[in-house]
């Protein structure tokens, strides 16, 4: 008899107990959104649109001069030879404040990049289209 009030003990013990179980989740409802990528050597056409209050600036290495972008602007131009090459853009303000670069692919062939207020220090700098697709922002 004790061992059968023993077992009850137990048992009870253990149905009351709270239960923390662990769920497994899928990729993907934990694995963020897909990076974005081109074809290696497709003609891109990129976008970019200056969505802060105040002038960036934007260089491309080493096809394109400086030049910038008043807040509202939007600039165009295309990356002739797409992907065969990494292609690289640097992008700042002159009051040092914190940038966001939002990266998007609107359409097969088009790389849109919004410039867009910061909250982290020093933010975003530069977006870049490696020789394998991917896009990068740094």
Not at 25 to 46: D, E, H, M, W
Not at 61 to 84: D, N, V, Y
Not at 124 to 138: A, K, M
Request: contains cysteine; positive net charge.
């Amino acid at each position: 008899m004790s061992k059968l009030i023993q077992a009850t003990f137990i048992a009870t013990a253990l149905l009351l107990a709270p239960a923390n179980y662990s769920q497994a989740g899928t990729c993907a409802s934990n694995c963020g959104a897909k990076p974005l990528q081109f074809k290696p050597g497709q003609y891109i056409r990129v976008e970019i649109v200056n969505r802060t209050s105040s002038l960036v600036n934007l260089e491309q290495f080493p096809e394109m001069r400086q030049i910038s972008l008043e807040p509202g602007q939007q600039f165009k131009f295309h990356q002739a030879g797409g992907t065969k090459s990494n292609f690289s853009m640097v992008f700042w303000n002159h009051g040092g404040t914190s940038l966001k670069a939002a990266v998007s692919k609107p359409n097969f062939g088009t790389l849109r990049v919004e410039i867009k207020p910061g909250n982290i220090y020093p933010g975003d700098r530069s977006v870049y289209i490696l020789n394998d697709g991917r896009v990068s922002v740094f």
